[in-house]
């Protein structure tokens, strides 16, 4: 883990670019950095949206830990500010763990919601409720000028439904009910998501280095 110096704390509390083009996924971490870094004006954040000449990394690694570093790496070579990538998905255990780090595309088109829920309906047809049991896994990598800072990863436990219930959040949100809860993620407030969420678990690691590692 790299220690951060006055020049990098300076600007990890001014300025960050999220390097993701999902804009839902954008929101939702935005809000998680901007209300856990506690500084008198709230960290300016940008996206790869807002710099169109940004290059598509390729998420070809085995798990979301090297996804998550590989995106932050590449693009923080290319600009002077700090990166922070995430990959996530679902890992559901009737089906040894997938789809994994396929889960944005695991009904073959890369972000398809609706086909995406399908298909894992489909494949979870014959599941009984005692065996329907997932988890959300979220990895996030900081980088800056290309050199890895932090790295930390989260987990969300909970169960797979037999049908959607909610429109809110994305992905597989509509599926899936977080451990100790009765509803999905695609109904649960944005509130009660971001303090139990995968994300939420491993930005609130992030935040912590970044308050207790300066020097």
């Given amino acids: ?30 809000s998680l950095l901007s ?8 960290p300016k954040i940008q996206t790869v949206l807002d710099f169109p000449d940004l290059p598509e990394v ?7 830990e090297e996804n998550a570093l590989k995106k932050a790496l590449v693009i923080s070579r290319l600009v002077l500010i700090p990166v922070l990538a995430d990959d996530s998905g679902l890992e559901v255990d009737a089906l040894g763990g997938r789809p994994g780090v396929h889960s944005a595309r695991f ?7 609706d086909a995406n829920n399908a298909r894992l ?12 049991g997932a988890q959300f896994r979220c990895a996030v990598a900081v980088a800056f000028r290309g050199e890895k800072l932090f790295i930390a990863d989260g987990v969300c436990r909970g169960s797979i439904l037999r049908a959607k219930l909610g429109d809110s959040g994305f992905g597989y949100d509509p599926l899936f009910v977080p ?10 407030s944005s509130e009660i998501k971001n303090s139990i969420s995968h994300r939420a678990q491993a930005l609130g690691q992030v935040i912590r280095w970044i308050k207790e590692s300066a020097v």
């Avoid at 220690?3 to 939702?28: D, G, H, P, Y």
């Avoid at 009904?107 to 398809?112: C, K, N, P, V, Y």
């Avoid at 489909?122 to 065996?131: A, Q």
């Avoid at 451990?179 to 649960?188: M, Q, R, T, Y």
Wanted: no cysteine.
């Fill in 107 to 113: 009904a073959g088109s890369h972000g398809d919601d």
């Fill in 35 to 42: 209300r856990g870094i506690n500084t008198s004006d709230a």
């Fill in 121 to 132: 309906l489909y494949e979870m047809e014959s599941v009984t409720d005692k065996l329907r």
């Fill in 58 to 64: 390729d998420e070809d690694g085995a798990t979301f």
């Fill in 179 to 188: 451990d100790g809860f009765s509803e999905s993620f695609g109904v649960l």
């Fill in 1 to 30: 883990m790299e220690i951060l110096n006055v020049t990098m704390f300076s600007e990890m509390k001014k300025n960050w670019l999220l390097a993701s083009r999902n804009k839902k996924k954008a929101q939702e971490l935005e």
